[in-house]
């Protein structure tokens, strides 16, 4: 509800302003205009401290003429720095408004007194400290005791402060919460010596939750064992402050074991964005399946976001069929096998490992035979197996790890 007066009287108004540049402000030009805003009615300018980016309060007296128009009256400010040199220009930003009509009188507050609380900043981090000032001006000829006592609900914090505020003189004292945790409206309420009321002023702030967009890319979505895999991330501040940030990345394979893991401290700017690269080796030992990469910022060791991305490790799969001949010679025999790669992946380096044994369990053959394979390629290698002498009974070839009994050679 807007303070309300009636025509010629004076009216006091909580102004709050706010400095949106990167300098100081030393001084406050307070403007009042008409209901039409058309007309300048009045501006006084006051010594208010109002740091770059941060916001100040006071209280201001404005009179009313008594023939006045009724409506609501608006108040603009320009900022000054020590020079009297503009800081930050007038803008309609309503400020301080009232009514001129026929309200009830406002018994609560004091024209012998002006006050006013201010914070050093408007928007605060969970768990940072707020410096609170609370200002008393004493409009009278007489050295006077104020009680100051000032609630923070949403912080469950209640305080009492006593002053002596100089005649005609200024007064102040500084609060600091900490660690804030929630959003806050200061109330305070002022009493003069014999438990009078004074008068009351607030000032709201904001607690910003850290909050960012993440995003995590790999290049490609399958690699092979002995590739590097190179990770691209992007870490974007969602929020009016900047905070600093932990941020986690991990790769974990099928099996959901940590493979990988990289952290970092980064102070992200305000609405801004950081971006980083990463690579991490597939190991020749690596299992088959599908890996993901996890991107995780922190804040004060709690969790604020996560992004995914994913690749695979595909498995190969070599296909080995001997084609064996009806019948065996002692001496040189010639035992085609043909590969074929039903994999996904290229097979560079692959081997091919044939053991023979004949009957008793003797090794009459042990070979590994070099070969590359692409995908959905087949080719036939021939072994040569010399038999010296050829023995009755049953041979076993083996190849790759697969074992079964392969051939016979029948007594006559």
């Known amino acids: 509800m807007l303070p309300q007066v009636r025509p010629g009287q004076e009216v006091i108004l909580d102004i709050t302003a706010v400095n949106h540049t990167n300098r100081d402000a030393s001084a406050i030009k307070l403007r009042l205009y008409d209901p039409n805003r058309s007309v300048l009615l009045g501006e006084q300018t006051l010594d208010l401290p109002v740091p770059a980016g941060g916001s100040s309060s006071i209280q201001a007296t404005f009179s009313t003429k008594q023939n006045g128009p009724a409506g609501i009256y608006h108040v603009d400010y320009v900022l000054l720095d020590s020079n009297g040199i503009i800081v930050q220009p007038e803008a309609e930003t309503d400020s301080g408004r009232f009514v001129a009509s026929n309200p009830p009188a406002d ?24 410096h609170l000032t609370f200002n008393i001006w004493n409009n009278t000829d007489t050295d006077r005791q104020i009680t100051t006592r000032f609630i923070l609900p949403h912080n469950n914090r209640s305080e009492e402060n006593t002053s002596m505020v100089p005649a005609r003189g200024h007064s102040s004292f500084t609060y600091v919460l900490e660690p804030v945790r929630n959003t806050e409206r200061v109330w305070a309420f002022f009493r003069e010596e014999k438990g009078k009321n004074g008068g009351f002023a607030a000032k709201g702030f904001w607690v910003v939750v850290p909050n960012a967009d993440l995003a995590v890319q790999v290049e490609k979505a399958r690699y ?18 900047g905070w600093p940030a932990e941020v986690r990345l991990a ?61 695979d490790v595909p498995e190969s799969k070599i296909e080995v069929k001997p084609q064996l001949p009806p019948r065996y010679n002692s001496g040189l025999n010639i035992i085609p096998f043909t590969i074929t790669n039903r994999g996904q992946i290229n097979v560079r380096n692959g081997t091919l490992e044939i053991n023979l044994k004949e009957p008793g369990g003797s090794l009459v053959l042990s070979e590994t035979l070099p070969f590359t394979l692409a995908v959905r ?36």
Not at 387 to 405: A, D
């Open 224 to 241: 092979e064992k002995g590739e590097s895999v190179l990770i691209d991330c992007s870490v974007g501040n969602k929020v009016v402050l």
């Open 107 to 130: 018994s609560y507050r004091s024209r012998d007194f002006s006050f006013s609380v201010q914070s050093d900043r408007e928007h605060y981090l969970p768990g940072s400290s707020v």
């Open 377 to 412: 390629e087949t080719k036939t290698l021939d072994v040569p197996v010399v038999f010296q002498p050829l023995k009755l009974g049953t041979y076993v070839l083996s190849s790759l790890n697969q074992t079964r009994p392969e051939m016979e050679v029948p007594q006559s």
């Open 251 to 311: 790769i974990i394979n099928t099996q959901g074991e940590v493979v990988f893991q990289d952290s970092r401290s980064l102070d992200l700017p305000t609405r801004g964005s950081t971006t980083f690269t990463n690579s991490f080796t597939i190991p020749q030992t690596a299992a088959p399946g599908t890996y993901s990469v996890s991107l995780e910022t922190w804040y004060r060791g709690s969790r604020v976001s996560t992004s995914w991305a994913r690749f």
